[in-house]
């Protein structure tokens, strides 16, 4: 099972060059460029590799500032989105780290920021070390499209990982409209599962088909009885009527079958969900799986009504590249 460092990683990172975050502006980025923070694996080393400006550096990083300021730099998240916690990640910047970063964010529907633009401090300035993860816990329920990330005076971060939960106008959404519910970018969210020994359980939900096996949910091989499984809040309730269990790129470790169970939850807290789950009702009948295969369901799926959560099971083990949860709104 993978080890979450602080309990907001469980959230969707906002700021994931998957979902489409980049940097609209930056002061510098003189040795490296500042949209690498947004990559969705570790930062890496690589020794003795230099370009034309200096040492190749996987992050962002500016030059030694020799006048007044500090650099900034502006950026698009892929989707709006409440803030529940960052990393700011310096690893391997070890001499060359800013002392000290802050965060702040703004909401604009359409657009960029401009000057007249009001901006919100998320994150006052923290003091940072070389070669480590920074985590901090946001409190703020207001949902944000842009943040203007600083470092002070000047230096290098690997990456920025900006986790919250997706904002979404449900309101604008029309009655007949089909939507992956599940889908992060439309505020879906893995809460809990049996094991991600290879790839975690947020991948599920990213946009697109999945590039590689690390870019799905895959658990160790199980040498005890019984099966994995993985908890999903879809980002609206809604009822289902198109599935799709996606195993990409998964060829002699994709699961033998599959199920899913689903309910309406009303109150309670994530932490609640596991045992919960185990009580709930097919929505998906077990299903034979095979490699590497989108695999679509409309037919075999139950009417439940309404959901909120769903329970994905993998028997017994393997891994998944996607799920889709496709249905209608419920108002």
């Not at 609209?24 to 034309?52: H, Y």
């Not at 780290?97 to 006052?124: H, I, K, N, R």
């Not at 893995?190 to 947020?202: K, P, T």
């Amino acid at each position: 099972m993978h080890v979450y460092a602080a309990p907001f990683e469980k959230y969707v990172n906002l700021a994931d060059a998957r979902l489409g975050t980049r940097a609209i502006s930056v002061t510098d980025d003189w040795f490296a460029d500042v949209n690498r923070l947004f990559q969705p694996t570790p930062a890496v080393w690589k020794e003795g590799v230099f370009d034309d400006n200096g040492k190749w550096m996987d992050g962002w990083e500016s030059r030694r500032k020799r006048f007044e300021g500090y650099d900034s730099a502006v950026i698009r998240l892929g989707v709006a989105g409440s803030i529940k916690g960052v990393d700011i990640d310096t690893s391997f910047f070890t001499g060359n780290y800013p002392p000290s970063a802050s965060l702040e964010a703004c909401f604009v529907a359409d657009g960029e920021p401009t000057e007249a633009t009001v901006w919100t401090e998320v994150l006052a300035a923290v003091e940072l070390q070389g070669n480590s993860h920074h985590y901090h816990a946001i409190s703020d329920s207001q949902a944000y499209t842009h943040l203007r990330f600083n470092i002070y005076p000047d230096g290098g971060v690997a990456r920025l990982r900006v986790y919250g939960v997706p904002y979404r106008d449900w309101s604008s959404v029309a009655a007949d409209e089909q939507l992956d519910l599940a889908a992060a970018l439309n505020g879906g969210r893995a809460l809990a599962c049996s094991d991600e020994h290879f790839g975690r359980m947020g991948n599920l939900l990213n946009p697109g088909r999945g590039v590689n096996m690390g870019d799905g949910w895959e658990t160790a091989r199980r040498r005890t009885p019984g099966n994995d499984w993985v908890i999903i809040a879809l980002g609206h309730p809604g009822e289902i009527e198109r599935i799709i269990v996606d195993t990409l790129h998964f060829k002699g470790n994709y699961p033998d079958s599959c199920s899913i169970q689903a309910a309406f939850v009303k109150g309670g807290t994530d932490s609640q969900i596991e045992t919960q789950s185990l009580f709930w009702r097919e929505l998906l009948p077990s299903q034979k799986l095979s490699m590497h295969a989108e695999h679509e369901y409309r037919e075999e799926i139950r009417a439940l009504g309404p959901i909120t959560h769903v329970r994905l099971n993998v028997f017994p083990d393997g891994g998944v590249s996607r799920l889709r949860l496709f249905g209608k709104v419920a108002r």
